[in-house]
Structures are given as C-alpha cells and as structure tokens.
C-alpha cells in the first residue's frame, strides 16, 4: 500500500510539472514533440520512478531492517537487564532470609541459654531451701533421737524412784518412815538408835529429815 501511494504521488507530480510546463511552453512557440518522443520520455520517466520506488523500498526495508534490529537489541538489553535484576533481587532476598534465619536462630539459642540458666537458678534455689528444710528437720529428729534416750532413762529413774521410796503414801517417803522407826528406837536403845542416826548421817539420809516432836 506504501509503493502504491508513492506511485500515485509520483505520478501527481510529473503531471503537475507537465502542466506548470505546458503552461509555460505556451507562452513561447515550441517545437513540435513527436508522440514517439512523448512515449520514450514517460517511459525513462517511468523508469525513474521505479528506480525511485525501488531505492524507497529498499531504504524502507533497511530501516525496518535496523527498526527489527534496535528492537531486537533493546529487547535484548531489557531482557538481561530485567534477569539481572531479577538475580540481584533474588540473591538480596536470600542473603536477607539467611540473615533473618540467622537472627532468628541466635535469639532462640539465647532464649534456650537464658531460660535453662533460669531453670538452674531456680532449681539450685529450691534445692537450697530443700537442704535447708532437711537440715533442720535431721537437727530436729536428731534432737529428738539424741534426748529420747535420757527422757526414758530419766522416766525410768523416776519410776524406780517412786517404786522405792514409795512418795505416792500419805505418811511420806520409805526413807522419811525407816528414819521416824529408827527414832522410835532411841529410848529403848541408845545406843542402837545413835548408830544408825551416824551410819544415816554419813550416807546423806539425815539431811532435810523432819525432826520428831
């Protein structure tokens, strides 16, 4: 459709340079031109004209030719300029994943390292209030052992005691009764009541003893 529009355009142009000559020729007396000339004038301008149209075609071919081949290589340059970008972002993205993980791994093993020093704080401190606890129930036990011992033997002593001096009578002790009997036998005997008075005396049995009226 191109060809045939500079055609047409071509041919609208030797017409009007024909007649723009005519005109001229019209003034002045021309020779008179044969229709053989005529006809080998439009051919060689008929031939010019497809030299022209083929020099345009090829020139049009050649520019699109270079159009196809700019484009081409821009697209090209597009292309690699969108893979490498799409490379660096890619690469970015990763590096700041590898970071994150990174990040992320390093507060949790921190986590993990605060939180078992926590646990061992905390159990250390419970096993300390738990020895405290024991040692002083094992002093309290022990206590308890240690004394039982004397508390039976004295509860012991204190029942022989009370079996041998017989403290529950309403006339007094064993010792305080055999002490008024031996008084008793002073006036018969005094010599029998002052003997056993001393051999009382030098065993102790004589102090704190109730004097006879």
Do not use: C
Request: net charge positive; glycine share 8%.
């Amino acid at each position: 459709m191109m060809k045939r529009h500079l055609f047409h355009l071509s041919l609208g142009m030797l017409f009007f340079f024909l007649t723009q000559a005519g005109g001229a020729l019209a003034v002045e007396v021309a020779p008179r031109i044969s229709d053989r000339e005529i006809i080998e004038r439009l051919g060689s301008l008929e031939n010019g004209l497809e030299r022209i149209e083929r020099r345009m075609d090829a020139m049009q071919k050649h520019l699109e030719q270079r159009m196809d081949a700019m484009q081409k290589h821009l697209e090209q340059r597009m292309g690699a300029m969108q893979k490498h970008l799409e490379q660096r972002m890619d690469t970015t993205q990763k590096h700041q994943e590898q970071r994150m993980d990174t990040m992320q791994k390093y507060l949790g093993q921190r986590m993990d390292a605060q939180w078992n020093l926590m646990l061992v704080i905390i159990g250390g401190i419970f096993g300390l209030i738990t020895g405290i606890f024991g040692l002083i129930g094992f002093v309290v036990w022990d206590r308890k052992t240690a004394m039982r011992p004397l508390e039976q033997r004295f509860a012991g002593i204190a029942r022989e005691l009370e079996r041998d001096l017989d403290t529950a009578s309403p006339k007094g002790s064993r010792l305080t009764r055999l002490i008024s009997a031996v008084r008793e036998f002073a006036p018969d005997d005094p010599r029998l009541a002052k003997d056993i008075m001393e051999a009382l005396k030098r065993h102790s049995l004589l102090d704190g003893t109730p004097e006879k009226a």
